[in-house]
């Protein structure tokens, strides 16, 4: 990586990307959220971003008219089984998560990769409060600060998540090579 | 923020209103699960769906534990091959006298006209992996209702008890254990018979012994075992060891704080209990006339 997005003028507006297939969305949807299925415990855990609403977030802001509340309600019911967790809190979290990506798509991908992340944080953190109140309402408790780390390392995350999901997107420099 | 197309590139319904929506359907679903537990089907179907992709996901963490015991040297297998022949000599003699014990307490149970315990079977299972919801304490064992694992299931380990299976998926069953705070397990002290609660706190190493009046016979190492009073763990498991006991005379209770004595920490393997049999009825109260039975139950 020569140049990082991280500093610098992003190059990623200007930038010309192939078209993204459905297919490739739901993949990358799929791989996010075997990532989260992964068996990690402790600290690790803690630290962990949620990466099917990283990834969710992103193609909701940079591909709004082909990602909807439906893909976000679906995984949000399967990570509610997964983690056993309420039925339908992870659906609400990333439902209303979704409304904030696609009513916010033109204004954040104005800016650069630093000011992104200024704009994912509040996003993943208004996901997490979301969770939190709901699991308050049915008589949960408070599990500690650290409970919001996921969303920190989240928005410390996009950047990279930008690079990896833009990655087959790019067009290949000699189109007869394949 | 607004973002309204012009009226020929119609795209359905605004954006506000699909949010609504679908808040509105995930409140029902958290309510009608929170409340009334409804959702257990629909989760299981989802819990099938899933299955192959939890499956994949680990399976890198098992291969790598496999390659892990290849690679054990010899000397630690020899030093664990002596440990557990021991173990199992000074288990053998416990056990013969076992078989006289219980040939002894069937006697006595027939001779007392009591009712006669039930066999209980037991099924091995491994930890898969510890569970994500971070307001619960919870660990995922990888057989479920189809290896005959029921719900309300005690699951222990070779130190004492554990959890219990709280939901049982075709394939894997999610064990709620008792560092939870919603878990409350009955027990009863070994020295003295006293009965007891025992209520999780949320974290691993420490349980709580609540509503112990000031003066409780209780003392620092007593040993806490299953009393079986509640029709879900088995009698005479052990549970805990208290540890600490704080009598201050300005609250009701004592503090007493106890050291569990298994954890989900300690080995993969667990054994999940089958269920005990129901226990008999409640004996029926006596008929009474209307007015006496409301004037005793003001009285209780």
Redesign the interface.
């Known amino acids: 990586m020569m140049h990082s997005p991280l500093f610098g003028k992003l190059s990623g507006s200007e930038e010309i990307l192939l078209p993204v297939k459905p297919l490739y969305i739901t993949a990358t949807l799929l791989a996010a959220l075997m990532i989260n299925l992964l068996p990690l415990t402790g600290w690790v855990l803690g630290l962990r971003p949620d990466f099917v609403a990283l990834v969710l977030l992103y193609w909701g802001i940079h591909q709004s008219r082909k990602i909807g509340f439906l893909p976000a309600w679906l995984l949000g019911l399967g990570m509610d089984v997964a983690d056993g967790s309420l039925f339908g809190q992870h659906a609400l979290a990333y439902s209303v998560m979704m409304f904030a990506a696609i009513a916010l798509h033109r204004r954040v991908s104005m800016f650069g990769m630093r000011h992104q992340i200024l704009h994912v944080l509040p996003i993943l953190l208004v996901m997490q409060l979301i969770v939190l109140g709901v699991r308050h309402a049915a008589g949960g408790e408070f599990p500690g600060w650290w409970y919001f780390l996921s969303s920190i390392t989240g928005a410390l995350l996009w950047p990279a998540t930008d690079l990896l999901l833009k990655i087959p997107l790019r067009q290949r420099s000699d189109p007869d090579e394949a | ?3 309204t197309p012009p009226p020929f590139f119609r ?1 359905g319904p605004s ?2 209103a ?2 609504g ?3 509105l ?6 309510y ?3 409340r009334f537990h409804y ?1 257990e089907g ?2 299981k179907v ?2 099938v ?2 299955y192959p ?2 499956e ?3 399976a890198p ?1 098992q291969a790598a534990s496999r390659i892990g015991n290849f690679f054990v040297s010899q000397s630690y297998l020899q030093r664990e091959n002596d440990r557990l022949s021991h173990e199992n000599f000074l288990h053998a003699g416990q056990l013969q006298s076992q078989q006289a014990l219980v040939a002894e307490n069937q006697h006595l149970r027939q001779l007392l006209e009591m009712q006669e315990r039930a066999e209980q079977t037991s099924t091995v299972a491994e930890i ?9 304490r ?1 660990v ?1 064992v990888d057989k479920g209702s189809s290896q005959g694992i029921e719900e309300g299931a005690a699951v222990v380990d070779d130190t004492g008890l554990i959890g219990q299976v709280i ?1 049982a998926f075709p394939w894997t069953a ?1 064990v709620a254990l008792i560092s939870d ?1 919603e878990q409350v397990v009955p027990v009863q002290v070994v020295r003295n018979g006293l009965r007891a609660a025992v209520f999780g706190i ?1 974290y691993d190493g420490a349980l709580d012994l609540r509503f112990m009046p000031i003066n409780a016979d209780v003392e620092n190492g007593d040993v806490l075992v299953t009393s079986g009073i509640d029709g879900v763990y088995p009698t005479g498991l052990p549970v805990a060891v208290v540890s600490n006991i704080e009598r201050n005379a300005a609250y009701p209770f004592a503090k007493i704080t106890c050291t569990p004595a298994a954890g989900p920490n300690r080995n993969r393997q667990v054994l999940v209990m089958s269920r005990l049999a129901p226990l008999p009825d409640y004996p029926v109260a006596p008929e009474v006339k209307k007015g006496k039975a409301r004037k005793a139950r003001k009285g209780g």
């Not at chain 2, 359907?25 to 958290?30: R, V």
């Not at chain 2, 898969?128 to 619960?136: E, K, N």
């Open positions: 923020m607004e973002y795209r954006l506000l699909r949010l929506f679908f808040t359907l995930s409140l029902i679903l958290l009608a699960d929170a959702m629909m989760r989802i819990a769906v899933l992709l939890q994949l996901a680990d963490g898969l992996y510890v569970g994500r919801d971070p307001f619960s919870k995922i939901r999610e705070r949320g």
